[in-house]
Nanobody, 111 residues
Framework: QVQVVESGGGLVQPGGSLRLSCVAS????????MGWYRQAPGKESELVAV???????TYSDSVKGRFTISKDSAKNTVYLQMDSLKPEDTAVYYC?????WGQGTQVTVSS
């Protein structure tokens, strides 16, 4: 059975940084696209960043220049380095590996 598990969320002050990690496990599972999405209270889910099998990266305009997505294909792991965090980045962050979703990790940006 395929599992996707996120980690690294927490509380951080505005201007701070966090690094999220997501590991996909399962026999013979090799995701082609890995990415991060988020959902803030009362808002719709939105794409944050996606990285394709060949390393092509896509970012939402709201995080471009502040967030960096990367991956370790050998470990089926994707990372999201979040710098210069703002209160509006507060949300539950979900990892998606191909069509499999994780349970989410809370990121709160507050002083």
């Amino acid at each position: 059975q395929v599992q996707v598990v996120e980690s690294g969320g927490g509380l951080v002050q505005p201007g701070g940084s966090l690094r999220l990690s997501c590991v996909a496990s399962g026999r013979d599972f090799s995701p082609n696209t890995m990415g991060w999405y988020r959902q803030a209270p009362g808002k719709e889910s939105e794409l944050v960043a996606v990285i394709s099998n060949n390393g092509y990266r896509t970012y939402s305009d709201s995080v471009k220049g502040r967030f960096t997505i990367s991956k370790d294909s050998a470990k089926n792991t994707v990372y999201l380095q979040m710098d210069s965090l703002k209160p509006e980045d507060t949300a539950v962050y979900y990892c998606r590996c191909s069509s499999i979703w994780g349970q989410g990790t809370q990121v709160t940006v507050s002083s």
